[in-house]
Nanobody, 122 residues
Framework: QVQLVESGGGLVQAGGSLRLSCAAS?????MGWFRQAPGKDREFVAVVRGSGGSTDYADSVKGRFTISRDDAKNTVYLQMNSLKPEDTGVYYC??????????????????WGQGTQVTVSS
């Protein structure tokens, strides 16, 4: 069992930046971020996987968000720049210890954090 603890959410004006962190209680193969806006489904944001740190991003955040991981700390980060009001939502950290194929889907992850609120004001 792996436990995930997120931190770093908050309120920021449009154009601002935030950095989210997610600490895992054990080693994982892949760690990702999803988000859920009010009334909408949870959606993929970014993932980093494997020892090489391969990354993938949703088109809506590409070029603005950067995902990274510190394997020594079992921690993943999401640096969010040029934030927009449409980035508002609860951000969830997700992790898995096995290799999967469909990393953009919720089912690829066995472990989930409790979520952290990100609010971007216009």
């Amino acid at each position: 069992q792996v436990q995930l603890v997120e931190s770093g959410g908050g309120l920021v004006q449009a154009g601002g930046s935030l950095r989210l962190s997610c600490a895992a209680s054990g080693r994982t193969f892949a760690m990702g971020w999803f988000r859920q806006a009010p009334g909408k489904d949870r959606e993929f944001v970014a993932v980093v996987r494997g020892s090489g740190g391969s990354t993938d991003y949703a088109d809506s955040v590409k070029g603005r968000f950067t995902i990274s991981r510190d394997d020594a700390k079992n921690t993943v980060y999401l640096q969010m720049n040029s934030l927009k009001p449409e980035d508002t939502g609860v951000y969830y950290c997700a992790a898995d210890r096995a290799y999967r194929i469909l990393w953009r889907t919720l089912g690829a992850y066995e472990y989930w954090g409790q979520g952290t609120q990100v609010t971007v004001s216009s």
